[in-house]
């Protein structure tokens, strides 16, 4: 029997979670709550402290913590469609709970800020801070396009990143794909702040609708742009990864390819070496017949 000798070792031994499945909805959930709490409360230091932080600067995540990116690594068949629609459930409920994270952290600076009362639009609106809101000016077609593109090259980029025939350590992945981020945002943030996450916009925008905003974070321009950032995102984030599959992709030999050309290499050789020996054994026999004829 194996014996442990700390406590960690111990309780690890004893409740592991064995099911893999479990344990990547597990990590989804963790992990995207600590996003959007992140991603919101940055927000939130933005906007009540008056703007004196540069507001694109809010999120550097990407990697899963998206359906959108589950979404085209289901279509990849990287991961399976159940296991995709597990992540999304713990995506979005781990989005409310990152959202009302940061509405108990900042709750007295957005109490001072617009006074009690939860506005939704506006200059004392706080409700930006947990999801997305257009500027006056875009339309319905500028806004799905906003997003559909900026998920589109979010993804193309995670797809370019995580292909292991690039040979990019895992480790410093999340890094470039930070850094991808923030750059879409520092490019395209303007329009409507980004999300480029159907999660991270909807789990806050129902989290809102309780937290006394009102049913108005829907009704917001008679309905027409709480729909955008959840499915422009979710037709993006494929279409740009099969993008990349098609254009470069596709395009880049892998270890597997070398392999393969070496076998055939192999294998043409050896077909080489046994027409040779072929036709010496055809040669050898006419000589000995010729010569025994001259014999005679």
């Known amino acids: ?19 893999e499945l479990l344990r990547n909805t597990l990590c989804e959930f963790i992990c995207t709550t600590i996003f959007v709490f992140g991603g919101t409360s940055i927000w939130a230091t933005y906007i009540l402290g008056r703007g004196q932080y540069n507001e694109w600067l809010g999120l550097t995540f990407g990697a899963h913590l998206n359906p959108a990116v589950s979404l085209f690594l289901a279509t990849f068949k990287s991961i399976t469609f159940i296991q995709m629609f597990f992540y999304w459930l713990a995506q979005f409920f781990a989005s409310f709970f990152g959202a009302a994270l940061t509405y108990l952290m900042y709750y007295d600076a957005i109490n001072n800020f617009d006074g009690g009362i939860r506005y939704v639009t506006g200059h ?3 409700a930006k801070i947990f999801s997305t809101y257009p500027t ?11 997003q559909l593109i900026g998920t589109a090259i979010l993804c193309f980029f995670i797809a370019g990143i995580t292909d292991r025939r690039n040979k990019i350590p895992l480790s410093f992945q999340p890094t470039l794909i930070g850094i991808s981020f923030m750059l879409i945002g520092l490019a395209w943030g303007m329009n409507s702040g980004y999300s480029l996450n159907p999660a991270r916009d909807f789990g ?13 974070v829907f009704s917001f321009r008679n309905y027409k742009w709480f729909w955008i950032p959840i499915f422009a995102p979710l037709i993006g984030g494929p279409l740009g990864a ?10 880049i030999p892998s270890e597997l390819d070398e392999i393969e050309e070496e076998f055939r290499r192999i294998q043409d ?11 010496s054994e055809t040669i050898t026999p006419q000589s000995s017949t010729h010569q025994n004829v001259h014999r005679f």
């Open 242 to 251: 099969w993008i990349y599959q098609f254009s470069i992709g596709f395009h």
């Open 136 to 146: 006056e000016n875009l339309s319905v077609f500028g806004g799905f396009f906003d």
């Open 204 to 216: 806050p925008r129902i989290f809102t609708l309780f937290a006394g905003y009102g049913w108005k």
């Open 124 to 126: 004392r609106s706080t």
């Open 1 to 19: 029997m194996t014996t442990f000798d700390n406590l960690p070792d111990r309780l690890r031994h004893r409740i592991k979670i064995k099911n």
């Open 269 to 279: 050789n050896k077909m080489h070496q046994t027409v040779i020996l072929q036709d």
